[in-house]
């Protein structure tokens, strides 16, 4: 798609690998690319792995959401003496699983969102990127949560992205006031999803709402990114 300098980052969080496969037909339409932060690598079987496989071959990066999605606060306490253990029990295994799998994961998605910054020096030396959850404080418009958008150039590596499950309650209208915003600003707007599903509710993102997206993002000229592109 041309562009206009900003763009638009989408990932996607778990292992809902058959219907991010199922994605392929409507991302190589909009010659769109997106992220699969794979949690729980190891219990892959060979046909998610051959999914994944499959995605990557399509330009999509696969990154990684942990081992067994132990979040920072909930599984650590967000206790800074525990953030070389969080890397060792979460982080390594996964991302050596994943390696194994012929895949080069070069960004992290942590678990709930949750981090703090003591856990991302540790896991800076092992990863390039980082994707947490952005707080979006009542009332405050989508567009407005100024953490969600990526100066290009800025060499940021800690990335927040906007949910837009259903049970976050992002209408379309706030998104597209979001990639509007990007493309004024030329900045990347980030936004995280779990499981591609029409029948919709809970951690589901309507396959339409990501349509909508794409074309507007298209209407808008804006590229489309995965995280370990961002600079």
Excluded at 19 to 47: C, I, M
Excluded at 77 to 91: H, L, N, Q
Excluded at 97 to 121: H, I, M
């Amino acid at each position: 798609m041309p562009e206009n300098g900003g763009g638009i980052a989408l990932t996607f969080d778990d292992r809902h690998v058959g219907e991010w496969h199922a994605l392929l037909p409507l991302l190589r339409e909009f010659e769109a690319r997106a992220t699969f932060f794979v949690g729980g690598a190891a219990w892959l079987d060979a046909q998610q792995l051959g999914w994944l496989r499959e995605l990557r071959d399509a330009g999509c990066e696969i990154g990684s959401h942990g081992h067994r999605h132990r979040g920072v606060q909930r599984h650590y306490g967000a206790d800074p003496r525990a953030a070389s253990r969080y890397v060792v029990e979460e982080v390594m295994p996964s991302m050596r699983t994943l390696r194994d799998g012929g895949f080069d994961p070069q960004s992290y998605a942590y678990p709930f969102g949750q981090r703090t910054a003591a856990f991302d020096r540790e896991l800076f030396r092992q990863v390039p990127h980082l994707r947490a959850t952005a707080c979006r404080r009542r009332l405050l418009p989508a567009h407005r949560v100024r953490s969600i958008y990526h100066r290009p150039g800025s060499g940021a590596r800690l990335h927040f992205a906007l949910g837009i499950d259903d049970c976050q309650g992002n209408r379309l209208d706030g998104l597209a006031k979001v990639l509007r915003r990007a493309a004024g600003e030329r900045s990347i707007a980030l936004f995280y999803a779990h499981r591609p599903d029409a029948c919709g509710g809970g951690y589901r993102v309507a396959p339409g709402l990501l349509r909508s997206l794409l074309e507007i993002a298209r209407e808008l000229r804006l590229r489309s990114l995965t995280v370990r592109e961002l600079d």
